[in-house]
T-cell receptor, first 114, second 112 residues
Framework: EPEVTQTPSHQVTQMGQEVILRCVPI?????FYWYRQILGQKVEFLVS????????KSEIFDDQFSVERPDGSNFTLKIRSTKLEDSAMYFC????????????FGQGTRLTVV | QKEVEQNSGPLSVPEGAIASLNCTYS??????FFWYRQYSGKSPELIMF????GDKEDGRFTAQLNKASQYVSLLIRDSQPSDSATYLC????????????FGTGTLLAVQP
C-alpha cells in the first residue's frame, strides 16, 4: 500500500541551527502539506503546496520556515534558525486532489531543539 | 476563529461495547469531516471521512454527520483493546482551503 515516508524519524539540533525535514509523498498525489504537533497539543496546519508553490500557510509558518520540492519525489521543510519552541512532531501529508479528498500522513519526524 | 471541539476523555468502554466519539465545529461552511486514529507517539491514521448528512459505515466504524447541528460523531462497534488510542476529528472548511483543522482528540480506553 502506498504511503508517505519521512526522514529522519528523530532529529536533535542546537538552537539557532538549520534543519531540513524530508518527505516523499504518495506518488500520484498532487497536494502536499506539513503539520506539526507539540507534545500534548493539537495537530496544527503549517503549509500546503500545490503545483510547485505554496497554496496556503498558517500564522505559524513565518519567515524562518520554507518548503521546497527539489525534484519529482521529495518535499522538504526547512527551519532556518531553530528555537526551543520548534520542538515538536512534524508530519508530512499528501492528498490526491484538493476539496473533499482525504490526506494521508507520514510517520513523522520528532524534532528536539536543545 | 474556526474551532473543532472534542471531549478529551478518557472515554472508557468494555471490550465488545460500542464507543461513541463526538465532535462539534464552529463554521457552517465546513465541507468535509475526517476521523483519524493516533496511537501515542505515532502519526494520525485515517479511519474514514464524511461530507454528506447522515451515516456512513465502514466495517466496525460508522461516521454520522449533522450539518444543522454542526456535529459529527464516530461509532466503533465491538470495541477491541487494540482500538485504544486518541481519536482526532478534523474538519476541512469550504472555499479554496485544503487545510485540516484538528480537534484536541478524545482518548479511548477499551477495557478487556
Amino acid at each position: 500500500e502506498p504511503e508517505v515516508t519521512q526522514t529522519p524519524s528523530h532529529q536533535v539540533t542546537q538552537m539557532g541551527q538549520e534543519v531540513i525535514l524530508r518527505c516523499v509523498p504518495i506518488s500520484n498525489h498532487l497536494y502536499f502539506y506539513w503539520y506539526r504537533q507539540i507534545l500534548g497539543q493539537k495537530v496544527e496546519f503549517l503549509v500546503s503546496f500545490y503545483n510547485n508553490e505554496i497554496s496556503e500557510k498558517s500564522e505559524i509558518f513565518d519567515d524562518q520556515f520554507s518548503v521546497e520540492r527539489p525534484d519529482g519525489s521529495n518535499f522538504t521543510l526547512k527551519i532556518r534558525s531553530t528555537k526551543l519552541e520548534d520542538s515538536a512532531m512534524y508530519f508530512c501529508a499528501s492528498s490526491q486532489q484538493g476539496g473533499v479528498t482525504e490526506a494521508f500522513f507520514g510517520q513523522g519526524t520528532r524534532l528536539t531543539v536543545v | 476563529q474556526k474551532e473543532v471541539e472534542q471531549n478529551s476523555g478518557p472515554l472508557s468502554v468494555p471490550e465488545g461495547a460500542i464507543a461513541s466519539l463526538n465532535c462539534t465545529y464552529s463554521d457552517r461552511g465546513s465541507q468535509s469531516f475526517f476521523w483519524y486514529r493516533q496511537y501515542s507517539g505515532k502519526s494520525p491514521e485515517l479511519i474514514m471521512f464524511i461530507y454528506s448528512n447522515g451515516d456512513k459505515e465502514d466495517g466496525r466504524f460508522t461516521a454520522q454527520l449533522n450539518k444543522a447541528s454542526q456535529y459529527v460523531s464516530l461509532l466503533i462497534r465491538d470495541s477491541q483493546p487494540s482500538d485504544s488510542a486518541t481519536y482526532l476529528c478534523a474538519v476541512k472548511y469550504g472555499g479554496a482551503t485544503n487545510k485540516l483543522i484538528f480537534g484536541t482528540g478524545t482518548l479511548l480506553a477499551v477495557q478487556p
